[in-house]
Every structure is written in structure tokens, then in C-alpha cells.
């Protein structure tokens, strides 16, 4: 089955810095990549996803890019906030239909 | 995005008792929906798949006989955690797919003590 690993696990960084988060997937039939936001005690928020038709994809201060010969895919942030502080967890699926599955989550501290 | 409401959000109870939590789709139909498992500062594990009109679909290690799904409705399913222990204590969170670009919504999560 899929495996998704996410690097790093935590991440600080300094308001307005630019964060980068990346993960590797082993299934070479996945073709969606989604990228969750998770506050304390609460569910998971999509905030971007791509699919393996395109390279990049932009969203104001968020992207992704994927590489699909490496398998691996990055979840970018520029200009960071305090408010973007949170855990981030990416995720790959190969069907439609069928559930993510997801890697082990980076938690980001953006320090003002 | 679409809504997925999930409740209760918290739940405490007594070791031996069934928690039922309910995961519905607000302005969708879900044929599938999903029910993970999150411990502390972990990722989401993937329970079993609800399929609606159907039994559920387990992950390998889940107890079926332990965790009961119902799946009744297009915007309905529902967790039942028989004779729960304190080792059951988690957050549980659905999830459903919907439109043609099959995105999965999560509900708020439904965090479980068993004392």
C-alpha cells in the first residue's frame, strides 16, 4: 500500500520567513496531493492540493509542487504569519474514492 | 467547501460503556465516508471506509465487532465504540468526499475519554 513520509517534523521560523514542507510518497499510481492545516482540537483543514497532471500549482502565499519521477511533493509558504502556526499534514491517494492516506504531520511555529 | 458536521466533539465516559458519534454530510450526499483515529502529536490513521448501504470496510488491526459502523444514509454514518476502555481514548474524525474532483472534507472531531 501507499506510505507517505513528511519532513521536517517541526518547523520554527520567523514571521515573514518563507516555510517549506516536504513529503515523499511510494505508490507510483497516485495522482492527488493534498496538504491539511490542523489547529489544537480541531479537524483538518484543506489548504491546497494538486494533482499529477500539473508541476505547480498556486494559491497567494501557498504552493505546491510535485515531481512525479521522484515522488515527492512540497507544500511552500511565503511570508508567514503567526496565524499560520499549526500542524500540516500531507497526504497522497491513488483512486479516486478511496481514502488518503496521510503523512506524520509538521508542526510549524512562526515566531513574530 | 462543503461541511461535514461531527458530534458530539467531546465525549466522557465510563469504561464498559458504547459511545455512539455521528458524522453527517450537511450539504452533500456521501456515498463513502471515512473514520479515522488520532492520538496526541500523531498523524490520522485510517479506520475503516463507510459505504453507504453496505458494510464498512476495515483497516488491517481494526476491530469490527468494536467499532460498529453504520452507514444508513447518503449523509449519515455513524462510530459506535462498544465497551470502550481507556486504551480507547483518542480523537476520532470523519471525513467524506464530494463532487466530480472527489475532495474529503473532515468534520471538527469527536475527542473521546474513557475513564
Known amino acids: 500500500g501507499e506510505n507517505v513520509e513528511q519532513h521536517p517534523s517541526t518547523l520554527s521560523v520567523q514571521e515573514g520567513d518563507s516555510a517549506v514542507i516536504k513529503c515523499t510518497y511510494s505508490?507510483?499510481?497516485?495522482?492527488?496531493f493534498p496538504w491539511y492545516k490542523q489547529e489544537l482540537g480541531k479537524g483538518p483543514q484543506l489548504i491546497i492540493d494538486?494533482?499529477?497532471?500539473?508541476g505547480e500549482k498556486k494559491d497567494q502565499r501557498i504552493a505546491v509542487t510535485l515531481n512525479k519521477t521522484a515522488k515527492h511533493f512540497s507544500l511552500h509558504i511565503t511570508e508567514t504569519q503567526p496565524e499560520d502556526s499549526a500542524v500540516y499534514f500531507c497526504?497522497?491517494?491513488?483512486?479516486?474514492?478511496?481514502?488518503?492516506?496521510f503523512g506524520k504531520g509538521t508542526t510549524l511555529s512562526v515566531s513574530s | 467547501g462543503a461541511v461535514v458536521s461531527q458530534h458530539p466533539s467531546r465525549v466522557i465516559c465510563k469504561s464498559g460503556t458504547s459511545v455512539k458519534i455521528e458524522c453527517r454530510s450537511l450539504?452533500?450526499?456521501?456515498?463513502?465516508m471515512f473514520w479515522y483515529r488520532q492520538f496526541p502529536k500523531q498523524s490520522l490513521m485510517l479506520m475503516a471506509t463507510?459505504?453507504?448501504?453496505?458494510?464498512?470496510?476495515?483497516e488491517q488491526g481494526v476491530e469490527k465487532d468494536k467499532f460498529l459502523i453504520n452507514h444508513a444514509s447518503l449523509t449519515l454514518s455513524t462510530l459506535t465504540v462498544t465497551s470502550a476502555h481507556p486504551e480507547d481514548s483518542s480523537f476520532y474524525i470523519c471525513?467524506?468526499?464530494?463532487?466530480?474532483?472527489?475532495?474529503?472534507?473532515f468534520g471538527a472531531g469527536t475527542r473521546l475519554s474513557v475513564l
Open positions: 471525513s467524506a468526499i464530494t463532487g466530480a474532483k472527489n475532495i474529503q472534507y
Open positions: 505508490d507510483s499510481a497516485s495522482n492527488y
Open positions: 494538486i494533482r499529477s497532471n500539473v
Open positions: 497526504a497522497a491517494r491513488n483512486q479516486a474514492g478511496t481514502a488518503l492516506i
Open positions: 450539504d452533500f450526499q456521501a456515498t463513502t
Open positions: 463507510s459505504n453507504e448501504g453496505s458494510k464498512a470496510t476495515y
